[in-house]
């Protein structure tokens, strides 16, 4: 009986410990996306109000774009848009309609969150997918993704279809025009989405998409 007794003592001081170690790491442990409904709230109102003023002085580089869903009067509300910034200007002649199908390079980030901090841009953070591989961008030797327009979330067809070929934006989509309050992946909740966005092709509905050289 004295063995047994001893066991049990020895087998509950040890369940303590490992409690206590759990308890140290949980305390230690630092929150990835903290506050994050809030923070990306502000980030899309922050670049919205900022892309507005740019527009008011005349630069062009700067869109604000209403969902295409929506009619075209002026909401006042700034998450019924999405913000555009353009890096570099096609000269294709017509956009992707919702029935079209595209062929485009993208890299899709979030907001920076606590571990997650883009070198070349402090804003961003998690790459949560892309269709080039490595870090530098370069159309000449990539293969374009391919897709239908209508597929895609509301805010990212909505750049599509804005869009000319050779058009590489910075597009900047609130959460309710991306996956809204759901989780989606990688992609946490209320994440404001970015994407670095090239259209290279759009083929009509009917059409097959030809390979691409």
Same mark, same amino acid.
């Given at each position: 009986m004295r063995q047994d007794k001893s066991f049990y003592t020895l087998l509950t001081m040890l369940l303590m410990a490992l409690a206590m /170690?759990?308890?140290?790491?949980?305390d230690d442990d630092v929150e990835e996306f903290p506050n994050w409904k809030n923070a990306n709230t502000a980030f899309f109102t922050a670049k919205y109000n900022a892309a507005r003023q740019a527009?008011? &002085?005349g630069d062009k580089s700067w869109f604000i774009f209403k969902n295409y869903a929506k009619d075209a009067t002026d909401t006042g509300n700034p998450t019924d848009y999405i913000v555009?910034?353009?890096?570099?200007?096609? &000269?294709?002649s017509g956009c992707p309609?919702?029935?079209?199908? /595209?062929? /485009? @390079?993208?890299?899709? *980030?979030?907001? !920076? %969150?606590?571990?997650?901090v883009d070198s070349t841009d402090p804003e961003l953070g998690l790459v949560f997918d892309k269709s080039w591989s490595g870090t530098s961008?370069? !159309?000449?030797?990539?293969?374009?993704a391919k897709f239908s327009v209508a597929d895609r979330v509301v805010g990212f067809s909505t750049a599509l *279809? @804005?869009? @000319?070929?050779?058009?590489?934006?910075?597009?900047?989509?609130?959460y309710n025009l991306g996956y809204g309050e759901d989780d989606s992946g990688s992609i946490p909740a209320y994440s404001t989405l970015v994407f670095d966005? %090239?259209?290279a092709a759009y083929y009509r509905a009917g059409? %097959?998409?030809p390979a691409w050289n």
């Amino acid at each position: 009986m004295r063995q047994d007794k001893s066991f049990y003592t020895l087998l509950t001081m040890l369940l303590m410990a490992l409690a206590m /170690v759990s308890c140290k790491e949980t305390d230690d442990d630092v929150e990835e996306f903290p506050n994050w409904k809030n923070a990306n709230t502000a980030f899309f109102t922050a670049k919205y109000n900022a892309a507005r003023q740019a527009i008011a &002085n005349g630069d062009k580089s700067w869109f604000i774009f209403k969902n295409y869903a929506k009619d075209a009067t002026d909401t006042g509300n700034p998450t019924d848009y999405i913000v555009v910034k353009v890096i570099n200007e096609g &000269n294709g002649s017509g956009c992707p309609l919702f029935t079209d199908s /595209v062929r /485009v @390079h993208y890299r899709g *980030q979030l907001m !920076a %969150s606590t571990s997650y901090v883009d070198s070349t841009d402090p804003e961003l953070g998690l790459v949560f997918d892309k269709s080039w591989s490595g870090t530098s961008f370069d !159309a000449s030797t990539f293969v374009p993704a391919k897709f239908s327009v209508a597929d895609r979330v509301v805010g990212f067809s909505t750049a599509l *279809q @804005h869009m @000319h070929i050779g058009d590489r934006w910075k597009v900047y989509i609130p959460y309710n025009l991306g996956y809204g309050e759901d989780d989606s992946g990688s992609i946490p909740a209320y994440s404001t989405l970015v994407f670095d966005l %090239s259209l290279a092709a759009y083929y009509r509905a009917g059409t %097959s998409l030809p390979a691409w050289n």
